[in-house]
């Protein structure tokens, strides 16, 4: 009996001791509420802001300038910004918000990349009175999250919806890469001029294409005009150079010109001319459209066709007449 009141007595200990756990757990307690969220760039407006620069982690940097009300980019001459890019990009970094603080500790920033001296990308935005707000964005411990800290400050926060690739250090990031664009379906001619020639090609009633000067026995083809075509409709710089033309672009002796003759779903008639510079040592080309004042650099492989290909690259090459089997040789008749 002794030990089963022992046991009764353990037993009844531990239940409280149990209780008292739960207790513990599980009793509401203001303390452990979330901390409230803090606003990184707080006090930041974006309809203020003038100027954004961006810096990587390897030198690269970016300038955008609000100019007459538009963005640009001023180190290209003002080449003008996609609106639509720069007014996302400044909603997500006035909209940064985080509550997970990672730490106060300033030795951590440069192991997080958010350091005055080492970061993945430092922000810098300036709004009309001078001020000037520095963001920097660190490593991603996980998807969709990114450390933070705000220059002058030491709390690092982990946050999302933004990460150093959204503040790209390119300049193509910011603006529409589309530099020439003429539908395929309103092109009626266009003409080539390269160093092999003069490369006339023409649309009839029917849009079927033709060739100027094809001899008797001689087929254009057509599937290499679908690929000049698809080049002239939709050919994407690699960036943007500005508005003077220099020595190296090689305009003076260009490698190819392209007119396109084009007519609108309205009927209206245009002409539009590309010139080709000199192939440079990075694998492109330089190009400007009479569209637009600026030199843009292009991929080579966008403009070879336009500069190397020659007449019969355009003609369908006829089928080898196989040499026939099955007869012996004719042998030589022997002196007599």
């Not at 985080?98 to 920033?109: A, D, F, K, P």
């Not at 020659?310 to 006829?318: A, E, I, N, S």
């Not at 007449?321 to 030589?332: H, K, L, S, V």
């Amino acid at each position: 009996m002794k030990n089963i009141s022992r046991t009764n007595q353990l037993l009844a200990v531990l239940l409280v001791v149990q209780l008292i756990v739960i207790g513990v757990v599980f009793w509401p307690r203001g303390g452990t509420a979330a901390a409230p969220a803090v606003t990184l760039l707080e006090g930041l407006d974006a309809s203020k802001v003038v100027r954004i620069a961006v810096k990587d982690s390897e030198g690269g940097e970016v300038v955008l300038e609000k100019k007459a009300g538009a963005w640009v980019l001023p180190d290209v001459d003002d080449y003008p910004c996609e609106e639509k890019r720069v007014t996302e990009f400044l909603d997500k970094v006035v909209a940064l918000q985080s509550n997970r603080l990672v730490t106060e500790n300033s030795t951590s920033h440069r192991r997080l990349r958010v350091a005055d001296d080492a970061f993945e990308r430092q922000i810098t935005i300036t709004t009309d009175d001078g001020t000037s707000y520095i963001l920097y964005l660190g490593t991603s411990p996980a998807y969709n999250v990114t450390h933070a800290r705000r220059a002058g400050q030491n709390q690092v926060y982990l946050v999302s919806g933004i990460n150093f690739s959204d503040a790209s250090t390119t300049p193509t990031s910011w603006l529409d890469a589309k530099y020439f664009s003429v539908p395929q379906d309103q092109v009626t001619a266009f003409t080539i001029q390269n160093a092999q020639g003069t490369f006339r090609f023409h649309k009839d009633e029917a849009g079927k294409w033709s060739l100027e000067g094809l001899a008797a026995g001689e087929t254009l083809d057509e599937n290499t005009v679908k690929v000049l075509l698809s080049r002239l409709e939709a050919w994407w710089m690699m960036e943007p150079l500005g508005k003077t033309e220099k020595p190296e672009y090689g305009f003076d002796q260009p490698s190819a010109v392209i007119t396109v003759e084009a007519k609108d779903e309205a009927g209206s008639s245009r002409t539009y001319t590309v010139t080709v510079g000199a192939r440079q040592g990075d694998n492109s080309y330089v190009i400007r459209s009479s569209e637009s004042p600026y030199y843009v650099r292009v991929s080579a492989f966008s403009a070879e066709d336009f500069v190397n290909k020659g007449r019969k690259d355009f003609l369908v090459q006829p089928t080898p007449t196989p040499a026939p089997t099955g007869e012996a040789p004719a042998q030589p008749t022997p002196a007599s």
